[in-house]
Protein backbone atom coordinates (compact mmCIF):
# COMPACT_ATOMS: atom_id res chain seq x y z
CA UNK A 1 0.00 0.00 0.00
CA UNK A 2 1.17 3.54 -0.81
CA UNK A 3 1.94 5.47 1.83
CA UNK A 4 0.04 8.67 2.30
CA UNK A 5 2.20 10.84 4.95
CA UNK A 6 5.78 11.28 4.51
CA UNK A 7 8.42 12.74 6.84
CA UNK A 8 11.65 14.18 6.32
CA UNK A 9 14.04 15.98 8.58
CA UNK A 10 16.40 18.64 8.33
CA UNK A 11 17.88 21.53 10.13
CA UNK A 12 15.97 20.80 12.86
CA UNK A 13 12.53 21.20 11.43
CA UNK A 14 10.59 17.39 11.04
CA UNK A 15 8.69 18.23 7.67
CA UNK A 16 5.40 15.97 7.67
CA UNK A 17 3.54 16.05 4.57
CA UNK A 18 -0.19 14.90 3.84
CA UNK A 19 -0.28 13.16 0.09
CA UNK A 20 -3.87 11.95 -0.45
CA UNK A 21 -5.09 14.27 -3.05
CA UNK A 22 -7.03 11.76 -4.39
CA UNK A 23 -9.30 11.97 -1.60
CA UNK A 24 -8.16 15.41 -0.99
CA UNK A 25 -6.54 14.30 1.96
CA UNK A 26 -9.56 12.87 3.64
CA UNK A 27 -8.67 11.66 7.56
CA UNK A 28 -9.20 7.77 6.79
CA UNK A 29 -8.04 5.41 8.71
CA UNK A 30 -4.22 5.01 6.84
CA UNK A 31 -4.23 8.74 6.61
CA UNK A 32 -4.95 8.56 10.55
CA UNK A 33 -2.39 6.29 11.68
CA UNK A 34 0.62 7.22 9.11
CA UNK A 35 0.04 11.02 10.19
CA UNK A 36 0.18 9.90 14.37
CA UNK A 37 3.25 7.65 13.36
CA UNK A 38 4.99 10.16 11.55
CA UNK A 39 4.48 12.64 14.77
CA UNK A 40 5.42 9.74 16.83
CA UNK A 41 8.87 9.46 15.27
CA UNK A 42 9.29 13.50 15.06
CA UNK A 43 8.69 13.48 18.96
CA UNK A 44 11.60 10.55 19.31
CA UNK A 45 13.93 12.80 17.02
CA UNK A 46 16.28 14.43 19.92
CA UNK A 47 17.54 16.69 17.00
CA UNK A 48 13.92 18.01 16.35
CA UNK A 49 12.85 20.88 17.71
CA UNK A 50 9.54 21.62 15.96
CA UNK A 51 6.75 20.02 13.21
CA UNK A 52 6.07 21.37 10.25
CA UNK A 53 2.53 19.82 8.97
CA UNK A 54 1.85 20.29 5.34
CA UNK A 55 0.16 19.03 2.13
CA UNK A 56 0.36 18.14 -1.45
CA UNK A 57 -2.81 19.05 -3.53
CA UNK A 58 -5.34 21.91 -3.87
CA UNK A 59 -6.50 21.02 -0.44
CA UNK A 60 -4.94 21.00 3.32
CA UNK A 61 -7.95 18.09 4.58
CA UNK A 62 -11.12 17.89 3.62
CA UNK A 63 -12.19 15.74 6.74
CA UNK A 64 -13.69 12.55 7.45
CA UNK A 65 -13.61 10.05 4.59
CA UNK A 66 -17.09 9.78 3.98
CA UNK A 67 -17.15 6.94 2.05
CA UNK A 68 -15.04 4.53 4.56
CA UNK A 69 -17.40 6.29 7.22
CA UNK A 70 -20.25 5.59 5.21
CA UNK A 71 -19.29 1.73 4.84
CA UNK A 72 -17.29 1.08 7.87
CA UNK A 73 -19.41 3.43 10.79
CA UNK A 74 -17.38 5.87 12.78
CA UNK A 75 -17.38 4.34 16.35
CA UNK A 76 -13.25 3.21 15.80
CA UNK A 77 -12.78 6.22 13.56
CA UNK A 78 -13.85 8.32 16.13
CA UNK A 79 -11.46 7.45 18.47
CA UNK A 80 -9.07 7.66 16.30
CA UNK A 81 -9.50 11.21 15.28
CA UNK A 82 -9.56 12.60 19.40
CA UNK A 83 -6.25 10.52 19.55
CA UNK A 84 -4.86 11.93 16.88
CA UNK A 85 -5.81 15.44 17.94
CA UNK A 86 -4.46 14.87 21.46
CA UNK A 87 -1.08 13.77 20.24
CA UNK A 88 -0.69 16.72 18.22
CA UNK A 89 -2.03 19.25 21.38
CA UNK A 90 0.29 17.37 23.52
CA UNK A 91 3.59 16.72 21.20
CA UNK A 92 6.36 18.14 23.38
CA UNK A 93 7.16 20.17 20.29
CA UNK A 94 5.59 23.11 18.64
CA UNK A 95 3.74 22.46 15.29
CA UNK A 96 3.64 24.16 12.61
CA UNK A 97 0.97 23.93 9.85
CA UNK A 98 1.35 25.29 5.98
CA UNK A 99 -2.10 25.98 4.62
CA UNK A 100 -1.99 26.50 0.49
CA UNK A 101 -5.85 26.52 -0.55
CA UNK A 102 -9.08 24.83 0.62
CA UNK A 103 -9.53 23.23 4.07
CA UNK A 104 -13.16 21.40 5.72
CA UNK A 105 -14.73 20.33 8.67
CA UNK A 106 -12.22 18.01 10.66
CA UNK A 107 -8.92 19.43 8.85
CA UNK A 108 -10.08 22.50 10.43
CA UNK A 109 -9.70 20.35 13.64
CA UNK A 110 -6.33 19.21 12.48
CA UNK A 111 -5.68 23.22 12.35
CA UNK A 112 -7.38 23.94 16.09
CA UNK A 113 -4.47 21.37 17.58
CA UNK A 114 -1.67 22.73 15.82
CA UNK A 115 0.25 26.01 17.56
CA UNK A 116 0.89 28.01 14.31
CA UNK A 117 -1.11 28.17 11.05
CA UNK A 118 0.40 30.17 8.70
CA UNK A 119 -1.87 29.96 5.03
CA UNK A 120 -2.02 31.71 1.69
CA UNK A 121 -4.48 34.36 1.40
CA UNK A 122 -6.26 32.82 -1.60
CA UNK A 123 -7.73 29.78 0.79
CA UNK A 124 -11.44 29.13 1.71
CA UNK A 125 -12.81 27.53 4.61
CA UNK A 126 -16.36 25.42 6.00
CA UNK A 127 -17.34 23.64 8.82
CA UNK A 128 -19.96 21.40 6.92
CA UNK A 129 -21.13 19.00 9.25
CA UNK A 130 -24.55 20.50 10.02
CA UNK A 131 -25.10 20.06 6.31
CA UNK A 132 -24.44 16.83 6.19
CA UNK A 133 -27.09 15.60 9.51
CA UNK A 134 -23.66 16.08 11.70
CA UNK A 135 -22.04 18.55 13.70
CA UNK A 136 -18.29 19.69 14.83
CA UNK A 137 -18.53 17.70 17.63
CA UNK A 138 -15.23 16.35 17.94
CA UNK A 139 -13.28 18.99 16.37
CA UNK A 140 -14.78 21.45 19.05
CA UNK A 141 -13.13 20.41 21.76
CA UNK A 142 -9.47 22.13 19.83
CA UNK A 143 -11.46 25.27 18.07
CA UNK A 144 -13.79 26.58 21.01
CA UNK A 145 -11.30 27.51 23.02
CA UNK A 146 -9.25 29.44 20.41
CA UNK A 147 -11.99 30.73 17.90
CA UNK A 148 -14.07 34.28 18.39
CA UNK A 149 -17.44 32.48 20.26
CA UNK A 150 -19.90 34.67 17.84
CA UNK A 151 -18.07 33.48 14.38
CA UNK A 152 -18.10 29.66 15.86
CA UNK A 153 -21.77 30.25 16.56
CA UNK A 154 -22.35 31.67 13.04
CA UNK A 155 -20.50 29.21 10.67
CA UNK A 156 -20.51 25.82 12.68
CA UNK A 157 -24.42 26.21 12.03
CA UNK A 158 -24.47 27.18 8.53
CA UNK A 159 -21.46 25.92 6.74
CA UNK A 160 -20.88 29.32 4.87
CA UNK A 161 -17.81 28.94 3.14
CA UNK A 162 -15.01 32.25 4.49
CA UNK A 163 -11.98 33.47 2.96
CA UNK A 164 -8.49 33.41 4.84
CA UNK A 165 -8.66 37.29 5.77
CA UNK A 166 -11.74 36.09 7.98
CA UNK A 167 -9.98 32.66 8.73
CA UNK A 168 -7.46 34.90 10.79
CA UNK A 169 -9.52 37.21 12.32
CA UNK A 170 -11.73 34.90 13.82
CA UNK A 171 -8.62 32.64 15.29
CA UNK A 172 -8.32 29.69 13.12
CA UNK A 173 -5.42 30.77 11.08
CA UNK A 174 -2.80 32.80 12.93
CA UNK A 175 -1.93 34.43 9.59
CA UNK A 176 -2.93 34.82 6.08
CA UNK A 177 -0.18 35.91 3.74
CA UNK A 178 -0.35 36.37 -0.19
CA UNK A 179 1.27 33.07 -1.78
CA UNK A 180 4.55 33.90 -2.65
CA UNK A 181 5.38 36.02 0.87
CA UNK A 182 3.83 32.45 2.45
CA UNK A 183 7.58 30.40 2.35
CA UNK A 184 9.19 33.42 4.00
CA UNK A 185 6.47 33.77 6.64
CA UNK A 186 7.36 30.16 7.90
CA UNK A 187 10.45 30.44 7.59
CA UNK A 188 10.31 33.17 9.87
CA UNK A 189 8.50 31.10 12.43
CA UNK A 190 10.90 28.03 11.90
CA UNK A 191 14.06 30.12 12.88
CA UNK A 192 12.40 30.98 16.15
CA UNK A 193 11.49 27.98 16.62
CA UNK A 194 14.93 26.13 16.08
CA UNK A 195 16.29 28.81 18.70
CA UNK A 196 14.22 27.55 21.41
CA UNK A 197 15.77 24.80 23.62
CA UNK A 198 13.80 21.87 23.95
CA UNK A 199 12.54 22.01 27.45
CA UNK A 200 12.11 26.02 26.41
CA UNK A 201 9.56 24.76 23.84
CA UNK A 202 7.67 21.89 25.47
CA UNK A 203 7.02 23.96 28.61
CA UNK A 204 5.81 27.32 26.91
CA UNK A 205 3.34 25.04 24.49
CA UNK A 206 2.19 23.49 27.62
CA UNK A 207 1.39 26.98 29.13
CA UNK A 208 -0.97 28.13 25.91
CA UNK A 209 -2.21 24.85 24.98
CA UNK A 210 -3.78 23.87 28.88
CA UNK A 211 -7.50 25.02 27.66
CA UNK A 212 -7.18 22.41 24.79
CA UNK A 213 -5.50 19.41 26.14
CA UNK A 214 -7.90 19.99 29.23
CA UNK A 215 -11.06 19.80 27.12
CA UNK A 216 -9.51 16.35 25.18
CA UNK A 217 -9.10 14.90 28.08
CA UNK A 218 -12.20 15.73 29.98
CA UNK A 219 -14.70 15.79 26.71
CA UNK A 220 -13.09 13.77 24.18
CA UNK A 221 -14.35 10.45 25.15
CA UNK A 222 -17.94 11.68 25.36
CA UNK A 223 -17.30 13.84 21.68
CA UNK A 224 -16.34 10.44 19.96
CA UNK A 225 -19.32 8.74 20.86
CA UNK A 226 -21.84 11.53 19.69
CA UNK A 227 -20.13 11.73 16.48
CA UNK A 228 -20.04 8.11 16.10
CA UNK A 229 -23.72 8.38 16.97
CA UNK A 230 -24.55 11.14 14.54
CA UNK A 231 -23.08 9.55 11.61
CA UNK A 232 -24.83 6.16 12.10
CA UNK A 233 -28.07 7.91 12.16
CA UNK A 234 -30.62 7.88 9.49
CA UNK A 235 -30.21 11.71 8.72
CA UNK A 236 -26.17 11.76 8.28
CA UNK A 237 -26.93 8.26 6.36
CA UNK A 238 -29.09 10.39 4.01
CA UNK A 239 -26.51 13.70 3.79
CA UNK A 240 -23.13 11.30 3.22
CA UNK A 241 -25.13 9.70 0.33
CA UNK A 242 -26.24 12.89 -1.34
CA UNK A 243 -23.21 14.32 -0.85
CA UNK A 244 -21.21 11.03 -2.57
CA UNK A 245 -24.08 11.56 -5.04
CA UNK A 246 -23.57 15.17 -5.62
CA UNK A 247 -27.64 15.78 -5.37
CA UNK A 248 -28.92 17.69 -2.72
CA UNK A 249 -29.98 15.68 0.93
CA UNK A 250 -33.75 14.80 1.09
CA UNK A 251 -34.05 17.28 4.50
CA UNK A 252 -32.86 20.32 2.89
CA UNK A 253 -35.58 23.24 1.86
CA UNK A 254 -35.07 23.98 -1.19
Not at 60 to 68: H, I, P, R, S, T
Not at 91 to 108: D, E, H, Q, S, Y
Not at 117 to 139: C, H, K, N, Q, W
Request: glycine content about 10%; hydrophobic content about 45%; proline content about 5%.
Amino acid sequence: MESVVHLAVGRGVATVTLDSPRNRNALSRQLIEELSGRLEAATADEDVRAVLLTHTGSVFCAGADLGEAAAEGMDAGSRRLIDLLTLIVELPKPVVAKVTGKARAGGLGLLGACDVVLADDGGDYAFTEARLGLSPAMISLTLLPRLDPRAAGRYFVTGETFGAAEAERIGLLTRAVPAAELDAAVETVLAGLRAGSPQGLAESKRLVTEPVRRALAERGAEMAARSARLFSSPEAREGMSAFLQKRPPSWAVQ
